[in-house]
């Protein structure tokens, strides 16, 4: 089955720690996103890649960071300088950047206790 | 910068009562708009994608329309599995043809 993973599906971390989400695809798509959704507000674009080894800021980059060094995987670590990482972490893949249809992974929620 | 707004934010229908939700949109160079289904805990699943105004797309009981301005999500004969928040989103030719999303409306379908 051809689709997008991410783990873990629940994540805890303490103030002042870094975590990394994972999120894979099988769907040979060149492009991959990472979204952030609170309640009350829109999915917000974090970060988007559009070829391996590259990699753009969107509108909420601040405290976070990604990699791209292999196709299939685009993972997102949430660092300590990230003021209020509390939320529901989505990735998306489309065939090309920004003029595909995106589909969506099934989320990661991240708690900060 | 583009905007989406819509409307209901949430909405609670009776088995088999047919509604519509609203999207109205600002974007400069649409590309594309379109809608997704999310389940609570779940990632959006993906429902259709509209290019021009005129254009219409249906899948079992949904129907989604465009205009120049809004989209409309009409929902026929809604069944509780319908039960979910629905997103919009559009594409503009300015800002580098990011998706802006809009914050859902929440539909409830009771038996």
């Known amino acids: 089955d051809g689709g997008i993973t991410q783990s873990p599906k629940y994540l805890f971390r303490k103030e002042g720690q870094n975590v990394t989400l994972s999120c894979e695809q099988n769907?040979?798509?060149?492009?991959m996103y990472w979204y952030r959704q609170d309640p009350g507000q829109g999915l917000r674009l974090i970060y988007y890649?559009?070829?391996?080894?590259?990699?753009q800021k969107g509108d909420i980059a601040e405290g976070y960071s990604v990699s791209r060094e292999k196709k299939e995987s685009f993972p997102l670590t949430v660092t300590s300088a990230q003021k209020n990482p509390t939320a529901f972490y989505l990735c998306?893949?489309?065939?090309?950047?920004?003029?595909?249809?995106?589909?969506f992974g099934p989320g990661t929620r991240l708690t900060v206790l | 910068e583009d905007q989406v707004t819509q409307s209901p934010e949430a909405l609670r229908l009776q088995e088999g009562e047919s509604s519509s939700l609203n999207c109205s949109y600002t974007?400069?160079?649409?590309?594309?708009l379109f809608w997704y289904r999310q389940d609570p805990g779940k990632g959006p699943e993906f429902l259709f994608t509209?290019?021009?105004a005129g254009e219409e797309k249906e899948k079992e009981r949904l129907k989604a329309t465009l205009t120049k301005k809004e989209s409309f999500l009409h929902i026929t004969a809604p069944k509780p599995e319908d039960s979910a928040t629905y997103l919009c989103?559009?594409?503009?030719?300015?800002?580098?043809?990011?998706?802006?999303f809009g914050t859902g409306t929440q539909l409830k379908v009771e038996l």
């Open positions: 998306a893949s489309s065939p090309r950047v920004h003029t595909d249809t995106q589909y």
């Open positions: 509209l290019y021009s």
């Open positions: 890649s559009q070829i391996v080894n590259d990699f």
């Open positions: 989103a559009v594409q503009g030719s300015g800002g580098g043809n990011k998706l802006t």
């Open positions: 769907l040979n798509h060149d492009a």
């Open positions: 974007v400069s160079g649409l590309r594309g």
